[in-house]
């Protein structure tokens, strides 16, 4: 069965520190893979996708993940943390589910705090 | 949040009466979905819409059921809330059909059933 799995809960990091939040799947075929934040009270909005192609995928607020084939991981990575990146962040991928729809199978959520 | 309206925001109600959950969309967009989210759990699907009176279910289908009569709305409805269906839901839409295309998410509406 396909699944994500977001093996930390929570991830603490100083204002300007790198931060990673880990993804792994298992996915049949090629995965469509993607991360989501949602801030607080709100739902969730995109940040980047791996389609195929270059590993390194660029996305929105500064944020980047590595798609890494072997270690069936996508990690979510960025330079230089910020106080404004804290909130719930979300790994998914996709199933086809038939009728020309796809189903988006999450991870359980790491929430990322990042401390001034 | 791409055009996605939910109603209700938030709704309190008691065990055995019937709850109707409402998504509106405004771009036409054909392929709507519906999630929970509960903690430890990330979001799940519960049930997902292909087209005007096309849907089918999802991971956690039991006790919900969902109407499409036309494009624009997609509703969901618990026939008898049970506390377990206390969650945060979710609309969300595609864009296109193919795989690779991200899906965009409705505000939420909270649901607590007493």
């Known amino acids: 069965a396909q699944s994500v799995a977001q093996p930390e809960d929570q991830v603490n990091v100083a204002e300007g520190n790198p931060l990673t939040v880990k993804c792994t799947y298992s996915?049949?075929?090629?995965?469509?893979l993607f991360w989501y934040v949602q801030y607080p009270n709100r739902g969730l909005q995109f940040l980047l996708k791996y389609i195929t192609g270059d590993n390194l995928v660029k996305g929105s607020y500064g944020f980047e993940a590595e798609f890494n084939k072997s270690q069936t991981s996508f990690h979510l990575k960025k330079p230089s943390a910020l106080v404004s990146d804290s909130a719930l962040y979300f790994c998914a991928a996709t199933l086809y589910s038939g009728a020309g729809s796809y189903q988006l199978t999450f991870g359980k959520g790491t929430k990322l705090s990042v401390i001034p | 949040d791409a055009g996605i309206t939910q109603s209700p925001r938030h709704k309190v109600t008691e065990t055995g009466t019937p709850v109707t959950l409402r998504c509106h969309q405004t771009?036409?967009?054909?392929?709507m979905y519906w999630y929970r989210q509960d903690p430890g759990h990330g979001l799940r699907l519960i049930h997902y819409?292909?087209?005007?009176?096309?849907?089918d279910k999802g991971e956690v289908s039991d006790g919900y059921s969902v109407s499409r009569s036309k494009t624009e709305d997609f509703l969901l409805t618990l026939e008898s809330a049970t506390s377990s269906q206390t969650s945060v839901y979710f609309c969300a839409i595609s864009v296109r059909t193919s795989g690779n295309n991200e899906q965009f998410f409705g505000p939420g509406t909270r649901l607590t059933v007493l």
């Open positions: 771009e036409n967009h054909r392929y």
């Open positions: 996915v049949s075929g090629n995965p469509y």
């Open positions: 819409s292909y087209g005007v009176k096309d849907t």
